[in-house]
């Protein structure tokens, strides 16, 4: 197993309504196809923050729900390019048979992939964006006696439905700040 060279994690936002001196939205949408979450895009100290967030009443109880995920801001071509090679049938150079995942990419000093989910958190298929870099935020709060394997980390990763992403309008964003990316209008 690969071991990749880790980054500092950003400081954990708590809600999306108290978000930290320095932090720009630069895009929100809605992935009204399952179950309603909340994505904002964030600048901030020149890296890019995905906020997933909604909040659900149930039984009279609201909760609230919060995901960050973290990249360099070079994902953004990144992952437009990456996913377009991820498509390609192996005879035509994609991804070669029988792999789900791409090997790690070099982006913005971060080591990044893309897996393939048969499930991405819903019923549907999917993508993970994944940075091996970067560790979730609740791995402070794992036990260093538990039987951890050495070099396993849980890495930080975006989950991105098929429905959402053909359909519901992310790829035509993501196609967006990646372009305003490159001409250094973000």
């Given at each position: 197993?690969?071991?990749?060279?880790?980054?500092?994690?950003?400081?954990?936002?708590?809600?999306?309504?108290?978000?930290?001196?320095?932090?720009?939205?630069?895009?929100?949408?809605?992935?009204?196809?399952?179950?309603?979450?909340?994505?904002?895009?964030?600048?901030?100290?020149?890296?890019?923050?995905?906020?997933?967030?909604?909040?659900?009443?149930?039984?009279?109880?609201?909760?609230?729900?919060?995901?960050?995920?973290?990249?360099?801001?070079?994902?953004l071509p990144w992952f437009v390019d990456k996913l377009e090679f991820f498509m390609l049938p192996s005879s035509q150079g994609g991804l070669r048979s029988g792999k789900i995942e791409t090997d790690a990419d070099n982006v913005g000093g971060e080591y990044l992939t893309i897996m393939r989910l048969m499930r991405?958190?819903?019923?549907?298929?999917?993508?993970?964006?994944?940075?091996?870099?970067?560790?979730?935020?609740?791995?402070?709060?794992?036990?260093?006696?538990?039987?951890?394997?050495?070099?396993?980390?849980?890495?930080?990763?975006?989950?991105?439905?098929?429905?959402?992403?053909?359909?519901?309008?992310?790829?035509?964003?993501?196609?967006?700040?990646?372009?305003?990316?490159?001409?250094?209008?973000?």
């Open positions: 197993m690969n071991v990749y060279p880790q980054k500092e994690i950003l400081p954990l936002i708590e809600h999306h309504k108290k978000l930290p001196l320095g932090a720009n939205v630069i895009a929100e949408i809605q992935d009204e196809n399952n179950y309603g979450y909340n994505y904002m895009f964030l600048l901030f100290k020149n890296e890019l923050i995905v906020l997933i967030h909604r909040e659900v009443i149930y039984s009279g109880q609201s909760y609230y729900s919060i995901t960050q995920v973290e990249f360099p801001l070079e994902v991405a958190g819903c019923e549907y298929p999917g993508y993970k964006i994944v940075n091996k870099s970067r560790t979730e935020h609740d791995m402070d709060k794992v036990d260093p006696n538990d039987e951890i394997p050495k070099n396993s980390y849980f890495y930080q990763g975006l989950i991105i439905p098929d429905n959402f992403l053909f359909e519901g309008g992310l790829l035509e964003l993501w196609k967006d700040l990646a372009k305003r990316y490159q001409e250094g209008t973000l």
